[in-house]
T-cell receptor, first 109, second 114 residues
């Protein structure tokens, strides 16, 4: 049974800092891994999708890596801004999407 | 192109009542997925539907919960005889046919059972 874990559960950083969010999964038989952003009271916004054959994806200040063999992914956020404050969710797809519990990020001005 | 729409955004029900949650997929999308986010827990898959068909309901509780996606109109998630433990945020996502990894999420319906 696939389990997805995200560490840390919460993170508070000053503006401008680079940061890394971690995601681990127990079953390496996945099609892809996706990072989402969830703002309070809002739905989910897809940030990056990494296919199982890929090692990383980049979008602006965001970079996500995938190491399928070790069951790990990281989301790197460069030069963080207060607008980055949100909950970040990692999800892996075997058949269906399995989500981690998220990392709540707060970027202080 | 409007995104995935869910209504109501907030729903309050007393124990024993029925809750109906609606999801209108993005234009051109024929696949709908429902997820539930319980307090302090991650999102969990409930059910995957295509028009007039349930494809995967492995995440649905065995009793009181049902879902449909009729040929016309929105997808409906129905919870009968609600209990306090049903209080959660229910999210709907839609995808185009043949691209289940392209799921677009709605804003969610927050159900509170009093």
């Amino acid at each position: 049974k696939q389990e997805v874990t995200q560490i840390p559960a919460a993170l508070s950083v000053p503006e401008g800092e680079n940061l890394v969010l971690n995601c681990s999964f127990t079953d390496s038989a996945i099609y892809n891994l996706q990072w989402f952003r969830q703002d309070p009271g809002k739905g989910l916004t897809s940030l990056l999708l990494i296919q199982s054959s890929q090692r990383e994806q980049t979008s602006g200040r965001l970079n996500a890596s995938l190491d399928k063999s070790s069951g790990r992914s990281t989301l790197y956020i460069a030069a963080s801004q207060p607008g980055d404050s949100a909950t970040y969710l990692c999800a892996v797809r075997g058949g269906k999407l399995i989500f981690g519990q998220g990392t709540e990020l707060s970027v202080k001005p | 192109n409007a995104g995935v729409m869910q209504n109501p955004r907030h729903l309050v029900r007393r124990r024993g009542q029925e809750a109906r949650l609606r999801c209108s997929p993005m234009k051109g999308h024929s696949h709908v997925y429902w997820y539930r986010q319980l307090p302090e827990e991650g999102l969990k898959f409930m059910v995957y539907l295509q028009k007039e068909n349930i494809i995967d309901e492995s995440g649905m509780p065995k009793e009181r919960f049902s879902a449909e996606f009729p040929k016309e109109g929105p997808s409906i998630l129905r919870i009968q005889q609600v209990v306090r433990g049903d209080s959660a945020a229910y999210f709907c996502a839609s995808s185009p046919a043949g691209a289940p990894y392209e799921q677009y999420f709605g804003p969610g319906t927050r159900l509170t059972v009093t």
